[in-house]
Nanobody, 124 residues
Framework: QVQLIESGGGLVQAGGSLRLSCAAFGRPFSRYAMGWFRQAPGKEREFVAAISGSALSTYYADSVKGRFAISRDDAKNTVYLQMNSLKPEDTAVFYC?????????????????WGQGTQVTVSS
């Protein structure tokens, strides 16, 4: 069992930055690929970014490429999402997820554990 706890969400003006953190508790963190997803009101949960268990590979949704960066610190059992140049359309609840495999995935169904989510609101 892995417990994930997100933090770092909040209200920011367009063009601003936020850094989300996701702390993992339970099984050895370094073995898990990690992903960030988001869900806006009335929309399905969508992939944002992912990082492999070895941290050798990262992948981003086209909508955030060049603005967001995912990273992990296995010594702290934490994965981060640095979000720059935020836009109002980035407003959503952001979730981190852990996948019981080294390779990442963009599909929600491929992740085994989920955090409770953290709200990000970008004002225009």
């Amino acid at each position: 069992q892995v417990q994930l706890i997100e933090s770092g969400g909040g209200l920011v003006q367009a063009g601003g930055s936020l850094r989300l953190s996701c702390a993992a508790f339970g099984r050895p963190f370094s073995r898990y690929a990690m992903g960030w997803f988001r869900q806006a009101p009335g929309k399905e949960r969508e992939f944002v970014a992912a990082i492999s268990g070895s941290a050798l590979s990262t992948y981003y949704a086209d909508s955030v490429k060049g603005r967001f960066a995912i990273s992990r610190d296995d010594a702290k059992n934490t994965v981060y999402l640095q979000m720059n140049s935020l836009k109002p359309e980035d407003t959503a609840v952001f979730y981190c997820a852990a996948r019981g495999a080294n390779s990442y995935s963009t599909g929600t169904h491929d992740y085994d554990y989920w955090g409770q989510g953290t709200q990000v609101t970008v004002s225009s």
